[in-house]
């Protein structure tokens, strides 16, 4: 069955310096990869999404994951801070059987002080 | 364009109450779906609707979930009796098309956050 584990529940770092939140998954076979992320008082959005093409995957506001086969890894990043990435993301799968029912991980909550 | 919108965003209510939230999707998307966070935990499906069917409705807890979706449109999630354990944050999202690709995304309201004392 398909999962996600995000490794961190909080990160905390500092305005522009580079942000890491790191995701495995577990799939027996290459799957689809989403991060989705949620701002206070805010719908879900998705932020990137990798589907078998690039292993490297660029979003909005400067964020960008690589999927890493060897390692079940999709880790995001983004090169500098801002007070506004200040948020909760999470490390979405599709389930078996279509992309219908999303598989979320925990989820890591980032807090960025000035 | 109007998002997908949620109503109510909180609410309160003791245990053994009945209470029904609502979703409107985005307009003209036929594929309606329902998840929640329970304390803390994952984010996790409830059910899927194409129009007013229900396509996949394996996520939803116990028979004290009702969720309905009469002509395609806006949807209701009733829970009744309501438990404890009912608590959290259920989301509702739709899509214009099934699957994953463009037109697929799913859009996610706010969500109601549900507090059962």
């Known amino acids: 069955a398909q999962s996600v584990t995000q490794l961190d529940s909080h990160v905390s770092v500092s305005e522009g310096t580079p942000v890491l939140l790191r995701c495995n998954y577990s799939?027996?076979?290459?799957?689809?990869l989403f991060w989705y992320v949620q701002h206070p008082n805010k719908g879900l959005q998705l932020l990137l999404k990798?589907?078998?093409?690039?292993?490297l995957v660029k979003g909005i506001n400067g964020f960008e994951a690589e999927f890493k086969k060897s390692e079940t890894s999709f880790h995001l990043t983004k090169p500098s801070a801002h007070m506004s990435d200040a948020a909760e993301y999470f490390c979405v799968v599709p389930g078996r059987g279509g992309y219908n029912k999303l598989i979320f991980g925990a989820g890591t909550r980032l807090a960025v002080h000035p | 364009e109007a998002g997908v919108t949620q109503f109510p965003s909180h609410s309160v209510i003791e245990k053994g109450q009945t209470v029904t939230l609502r979703c409107d999707p985005i307009?003209?998307?036929?594929?309606l779906y329902w998840y929640r966070r329970v304390m803390g935990k994952e984010i996790k499906f409830l059910l899927h609707?194409?129009?007013?069917?229900?396509?996949?409705e394996s996520g939803m807890p116990n028979n004290r979930f009702l969720a309905e979706r009469t002509g395609g449109t806006y949807s209701t999630l009733k829970v009744q009796p309501a438990e404890l354990e009912d608590s959290g944050v259920y989301f509702c999202?739709?899509?214009?098309?099934?699957?994953f690709g463009r037109g697929r995304e799913q859009y996610f309201g706010p969500g109601t956050r549900l507090t059962v004392t």
């Open positions: 999202a739709s899509s214009q098309d099934r699957g």
């Open positions: 799939s027996s076979y290459s799957p689809s």
């Open positions: 609707f194409v129009k007013e069917s229900k396509q996949d």
């Open positions: 307009s003209g998307h036929d594929n």
């Open positions: 990798y589907t078998s093409a690039a292993t």
